[in-house]
């Protein structure tokens, strides 16, 4: 069965406070990786896909990488905008998304 | 473009009735797959229609049942309600791998 593990589960952050999220993950035929955003009450945003190891991929102060075990998601210099939860999905070759539980991020001004 | 619009947004039901929430997806997309959000479980997926036929299908029982139309419109209904079916239902449309999701419908069983 597919496995999607996030941590951490919640992060607080100071506005400008560099971190990273990790996705873990175990499935048969990776057809590929999807980070969303998901803010309070709506649907998750989508972010990234990201297809096999070693690609990277950039949106303003994210950046999702992605290795043969794991992808991470890098935000940089964080503002109280990006507060929010981040889901991470795996989609494997019947096409089913499986979701992490998604990591809680607050950020302070 | 427009996204992908779910209606109603909100929902209260008795414990045993039924429910009908409809999922209209962005235009040209063909994929229309269904999620239940809980704070307990996350986000599970219930299942997914593509041209009008179920091409996948999670692990929840047969009371979940929904059907593609030939706009790509889609519909699910939950029948003989329980009270650990109150969640966040979310809908997702796909033309490829990426896929975009609607508001959800809040179901409230009580």
């Known amino acids: 069965e597919d496995q999607v593990t996030q941590s951490p589960e919640a992060l607080r952050l100071q506005e400008g406070e560099s971190s990273s999220l990790n996705c873990s993950y175990t499935?048969?035929?990776?057809?590929?990786l999807f980070w969303y955003r998901q803010d309070p009450g709506k649907g998750p945003e989508f972010l990234f896909t990201l297809y096999s190891a070693g690609e990277e991929k950039e949106k303003e102060r994210l950046k999702a990488t992605l290795t043969k075990k794991e992808s991470f998601l890098h935000i940089t210099a964080p503002k109280p905008e990006d507060s929010a939860t981040y889901l991470c999905a795996v989609q494997a070759n019947d096409y089913k998304l499986s979701f992490g539980a998604g990591t809680t991020v607050t950020v302070r001004a | 473009k427009a996204g992908v619009t779910q209606t109603p947004r909100y929902l209260i039901k008795t414990r045993g009735q039924q429910v009908t929430l409809s999922c209209s997806p962005i235009?040209?997309?063909?994929?229309v797959s269904w999620y239940q959000q809980t704070p307990g479980q996350g986000l599970q997926f219930l299942f997914e229609y593509f041209s009008e036929t179920q091409r996948n299908k999670g692990n929840f029982p047969g009371r979940f049942s929904g059907r593609q139309f030939s706009n790509s419109r889609s519909e699910m209904n939950v029948s003989t309600l329980e009270l650990g079916d109150s969640a966040l239902y979310l809908c997702?449309?796909?033309?490829?791998?990426?896929?975009?999701f609607g508001p959800g419908t809040r179901l409230t069983v009580t």
């Open positions: 997702a449309s796909s033309i490829s791998h990426e896929q975009y």
């Open positions: 499935v048969s035929g990776l057809r590929g």
């Open positions: 235009s040209g997309h063909r994929s």
